[in-house]
């Protein structure tokens, strides 16, 4: 499943994937196939993505289904 709620964060801060994925120590694939659904990326990593873009877990990652 994509994450548009990751996406829409991080262009409403006006960060690219490489900004995003180097302020959290990853390559821009990585934050492409997390966008893409492609790749589920571990708590630390969501916790890290959550602190640049200044959001909660439940904000970006959690799903109502």
Known sequence: ???L????ARAGM???QDELAKAVGVSRQTINAIEKGDYNPTINLC???CKVLGKTLDE???TEE
């Open 60 to 62: 970006l990652f959690w």
């Open 47 to 49: 916790i890290s993505i």
């Open 14 to 16: 006006d960060l690219s």
């Open 5 to 8: 709620k990751l996406k829409a």
């Open 1 to 3: 499943m994509k994450n």
